[in-house]
């Protein structure tokens, strides 16, 4: 175990270095000529759909010809993206500060920024000139860092206090606690706000909808992708970008790495892989298939020293919607995978799952993989759900090369 993960484990910590953070922050940005200044900047937080909105507004702009800059949980860059190796959404403020001016020098005019409420918490996003705000959703999660809901909420309220604009989920009941925060803003939905999508239709492939005279369509799946393409819709229309330029920025983006990924090699059944890891990330993914009529088998585990509240409420989610359940490793890191695992176990059980017969365990995440695929039949869908992009998993011992997507075709192409 390292010094810092020690740490860590002492009550107080986080609050402890957050003066260490200040100072590191205003470090990085004195040091790179608060390179962010030069730039208009749209912050996007919330608990789940970050990326995929990211991307979505990232795509949006530059292909409405406005050079912009990126950094997700994915990827960063500006017209060729570099995979965020790391862990980390937000990344520390050094390396922010040096990506960002980076970005400034290659031309850009906007930049798109993941945010995290860690990130705020612990100023990383220090001098940041937020033109933009927008908020996905929120729901539970990092409550082994921010201890409360309440705590989790109000730290990513410093975005909407920074910003000059923002654009809310009112289907969200935190909204309202944003709108106070807010100078000014405006807001979306499917139920609720002013600007509301309509005549939804979802299937496998992709979404559409209506939005007053615009028809939209995006080719991720899921009723969470309404969500997260009305918002980047909000934030063209506020850039003053064109209706037509609008539809056909959203359209083009053919997907984004690690959420609703379907893998096909020719297989007779559905290969899904997304980042799901919360208990309302995983509960929407199973609402974008919920039509789907055969075997739904799902592979999942939990990270270590990680919130570990959820682990019995995700396995009792999976059990509810997967017919068959392979319970796995995630980043354990220095956690032992076998205790997390029975976590989830545990809650797949109240659900009436039954060990051996359709829940199992395999610790080896390329053997519960592969043991998912071979369970699978025609026209049956396979969720690989947890890692999405990632490139590593981390184990005691450290990171090791691992990829959802890589192994899942790997795997499949064995099979033909």
């Given amino acids: 175990m390292s010094l810092k993960s020690s740490l ?7 609050t402890a270095v957050l003066p260490y953070h200040y100072a590191q922050s205003v470090v990085a940005g004195t040091k790179n000529h608060w390179p962010a200044k030069k730039l208009r900047v749209i912050g996007v937080t919330g ?15 530059n292909s409405a010809g406005l050079k912009t800059g990126l950094m997700t949980t994915v990827a960063w860059g500006v017209d060729e993206l570099e995979a965020e190796l790391g862990h980390m959404t937000t990344v520390d403020s050094v390396t922010l500060n040096k990506r960002i001016k980076k970005i400034v020098d290659s031309g850009a005019e906007f930049l798109v920024l993941e945010v995290t409420s860690h990130a705020l918490a612990e100023f990383r996003t220090l001098g940041v ?9 929120l729901t539970h ?17 410093k975005l909407f206090k920074k910003a000059k604009f923002s654009i809310l989920n009112a289907d969200d ?22 600007n509301r999508a309509s005549d939804i239709k979802l299937s496998v492939s992709g979404v559409k909808y209506s939005y007053g005279d615009m ?15 009305l918002a980047a819709v909000l934030v063209g229309k506020k850039l003053g970008l064109s209706n037509k330029q609008i539809e056909n920025g959203i359209k083009s983006l053919e997907s984004v790495e690690g959420r609703m990924n379907i893998i096909d090699e020719g297989q007779p059944f559905t290969v899904i892989v997304d980042y799901a890891h919360t208990p309302d990330a995983i509960e929407k993914v199973f609402d974008a ?10 592979i999942h585990g939990g990270a270590g020293r990680r919130d570990n509240s959820t682990r019995f409420i995700r396995g009792a989610i999976l059990a509810k919607y997967s017919d068959l359940v392979i319970i796995t490793e995630d980043d354990s890191r220095d956690e032992d995978p076998e205790k ?27 053997k519960a993989i592969k043991k998912a695929l071979e369970l699978a039949k025609k026209d049956d869908i396979v969720l690989v759900l947890g890692k999405g992009h990632e490139k590593t998993i981390l184990r005691a011992d450290g990171p090791h090369d691992f990829e959802d997507a890589k192994v899942v075709k790997e795997l499949l192409k064995l099979r033909s």
């Avoid at 860590?8 to 986080?14: H, I, L, S, T, V």
């Avoid at 000139?129 to 959703?137: C, K, L, Q, R, Y």
């Avoid at 925060?181 to 405006?186: C, E, G, P, R």
């Avoid at 939209?216 to 393409?229: A, D, L, M, Q």
């Fill in 8 to 14: 860590e484990k002492f009550p107080f910590y986080n």
């Fill in 47 to 61: 608990t789940n759909g970050k990326t995929t909105t990211c991307f979505m507004i990232w795509h949006l702009l």
């Fill in 129 to 137: 000139p937020f033109e933009i705000a927008v908020f996905t959703n």
């Fill in 141 to 157: 999660e990092h409550l082994d860092y921010h201890k409360t809901f309440t705590r989790y909420r109000d730290a990513k309220g």
């Fill in 173 to 194: 009941p935190s909204a309202e606690y944003y709108k106070k925060l807010s100078l000014k803003y405006i807001t979306y939905g499917i139920k609720n706000g002013e």
């Fill in 215 to 229: 028809k939209i369509e995006t080719k991720i799946p899921g009723e969470f992708n309404v969500y997260n393409s």
């Fill in 289 to 298: 298939i919920k039509d789907h009529r055969a075997k739904i088998i799902s």
């Fill in 340 to 366: 997390i695992a029975t976590e989830f176990i545990k809650g797949a059980e109240k659900e009436g799952k039954i060990l051996g017969k359709d829940l199992f365990k395999e610790l080896n995440r390329e």
